[in-house]
């Protein structure tokens, strides 16, 4: 739950997590700050050499620091009887992020709670006991509650000592979670991700492209046949853009789906047989990690595996082949081992389906 749908709410406990993340909001200014105040309206765009920017920015950025610590405050009230916050130190000098919630309970100086006199104000009525009336009419217990009140008044909070309660826990030795796409370059995959059917006002993403690829080809394994027009409504920016973008974008992907589902050499991935997954999760786990995924296709024959990732890409050359092989090999080295544990076999391959190239490239082997 965000903190902002717990505001009002109550629990007996509370779980903070991630207290050394650092609010991106705080961190990096805008590419514009406009400011409209009774002297008029003023804009200053982002720029090393602005000082007027700056000056904004660090007013902006001040104000967007107290909102972060409010939200903290709200974060933390909604405990009834425990509280826990988790976040990790980094190593060095400051081992707390900066203006992270962390960073805001190491930099606190908390201050006695009894320095000042309690005064109700309008509208709010203030309780004590014991009842400063009743004990007037006690005599001597009016100096016993005094001592006991300047004792308390006396007493100084040790600071070193709070300051040491929020000090680390020992790292644990559970396992670390990754996904198998995280053993892929991730800037070459960005660079797929780059608009590919393009209309005034709108496009499709290569993204969307291949999720689209994936769907229909899902559904054949599964019914040996795809409603194009029907998935395609899952997609609003397939369903929003021109008539002539989608249009387009409908004879392209019928074009290579139907390319691919033709060739009798890959009559084998997309068979309805008892051995033959879609869309397959799975959590292997390896040395110090679990690893989780999805696999688009795995089929099991004759105690052998074969695993065969879907991707959407046009091969230009030979070097760029072998390039995108080289790319995605870590990942389908993964699914391999996976299958190979899943399953108990001795043998897994691991191939490549480039659609719009209609070819399937053996990439690797267990």
């Not at 909001?25 to 000082?51: F, L, Q, Y």
């Not at 696999?295 to 990732?309: L, N, S």
């Amino acid at each position: 739950m965000t903190v902002h749908k717990a505001k009002g709410l109550e629990f007996p406990v509370v779980f903070l997590p991630g207290m050394n993340q650092q609010p991106k909001s705080v961190s990096t200014g805008p590419r514009a700050i406009i400011e409209d105040n009774s002297g008029g309206v003023r804009m200053a765009i982002k720029d090393s050499a602005n000082p007027v920017y700056d000056e904004m920015w660090e007013r902006e950025r001040e104000e967007l620091r107290r909102e972060h610590q409010r939200l903290l405050y709200v974060a933390m009230t909604r405990a009834r009887d425990h509280l826990i916050m988790i976040g990790s130190l980094a190593n060095g000098k400051t081992p707390h992020k900066q203006n992270s919630w962390l960073s805001y309970l190491h930099e606190a100086k908390p201050k006695p709670l009894f320095d000042a006199k309690d005064i109700s104000q309008p509208g709010s009525i203030l309780y004590a006991y014991p009842d400063s009336a009743s004990v007037r009419a006690k005599g001597e217990a009016i100096s016993a509650c005094k001592t006991e009140a300047v004792a308390s008044r006396a007493e100084k909070i040790d600071e070193e000592a709070l300051i040491k309660n929020l000090s680390p826990i020992p790292r644990s030795d559970s396992l670390e979670w990754k996904r198998a796409t995280a053993f892929i370059e991730q800037k070459k995959e960005d660079e797929l991700r780059e608009p590919s059917l393009k209309g005034e006002g709108s496009s499709i993403s290569p993204l969307t492209r291949g999720n689209v690829l994936h769907r229909c080809l899902e559904d054949f394994t599964k019914t040996v046949k795809y409603d194009l027009s029907r998935i395609i409504r899952e997609f609003p920016d397939i369903e929003t853009a021109k008539k002539e973008v989608k249009n387009l974008f409908i004879h392209d992907a019928n074009s290579v789906l139907q390319a691919v589902l033709a060739r009798k050499e890959f009559a084998w991935i997309f068979e309805r047989d008892p051995g033959a997954y879609s869309e397959l999760p799975f959590l292997y786990k390896r040395g110090r990690s679990l690893i989780s995924g999805i696999m688009d296709r795995v089929v099991i024959k004759d105690r052998k595996g074969f695993v065969i990732d879907y991707k959407a890409i046009l091969i230009e050359n030979e070097g760029a082949l072998t390039a995108w092989k080289d790319h995605y090999r870590p990942q389908l080295n993964i699914y391999c081992e996976a299958v190979k544990e899943i399953f108990k076999l001795e043998n897994v391959e691991g191939y490549l389906l480039f659609l719009d190239s209609n070819r399937l490239e053996l990439t690797a082997k267990t």
